[in-house]
């Protein structure tokens, strides 16, 4: 696990609001990659290494290249404002782990939901799941070197996506298009989830 370049700097004295958002899917979708790509400290990381113990429990289909998993949980932050901080969780994607979901789920103002339209089906149980957490959730497709292109009515049906949720596109590698996802969950929040607690947006760019 990934402990010793995690960067503990405490917070700032002047932050005086703290959001909380997850970042969930299916396994290898690139939900580590995300939080480690918005993080302003060097994220907190419980990935081990792919062995030959995973062969028939972790479907490596359609991942080659993938030689490391989340077994616990990754962690970033990033101060959007001297006042407003947020704390980004990236949730593990194999079912086996998913007793932690209850635990991360307590608190959370908005979940981002990151799918591969290569592995569609991996992303039905996270939705249901996230569905039943009553928590506001977008989705966002994270565009890998051979993803196709698929019109975004085509994905709502296959997923079942409710017209209300925000369904947007990412590289989950490039930090403005990582923080472009988190703003939409936000303004998802703050505009279409006013029985939810909201969720302050800065006008300043994140530090």
């Known amino acids: 696990m990934d402990f010793d370049g995690f960067d503990p700097r405490p917070l700032p004295d002047t932050v005086t609001t703290v959001v909380k958002f997850l970042v969930a899917g299916g396994f290898g979708v690139g939900k580590t990659t995300l939080v480690g790509a918005v993080s302003e400290i060097r994220p907190l990381r419980t990935e081990e290494t792919l062995t030959t113990a995973t062969v028939g429990v972790d479907d490596l289909t359609g991942l ?22 947020l704390y980004l969780f990236g949730t593990p994607g ?94 998802h929040i703050t505009t279409t989830a006013p029985h939810t607690p909201a969720v302050p947006t800065a006008a300043t760019e994140p530090t």
């Open 94 to 187: 194999q079912q086996r782990f998913w007793h932690l979901w209850n635990d991360l789920v307590v608190g959370t103002h908005g979940i981002v939901v990151l799918v591969d339209t290569r592995r569609l089906d991996h992303s039905f149980d996270v939705l249901e799941r996230v569905e039943g957490a009553g928590v506001p959730f977008v989705v966002a497709v994270n565009t890998f070197p051979d993803t196709l292109d698929h019109p975004a009515s085509a994905l709502r049906q296959a997923l079942d996506l409710p017209d209300h949720v925000p369904l947007t596109t990412c590289d989950a590698r490039d930090r403005t298009s990582a923080r472009n996802v988190l703003i939409t969950l936000a303004e």
């Open 64 to 85: 080659p290249d993938k030689t490391t998993t989340t077994v616990g949980v990754d962690f970033g932050r990033l101060t959007l404002a001297d006042w407003l901080t």
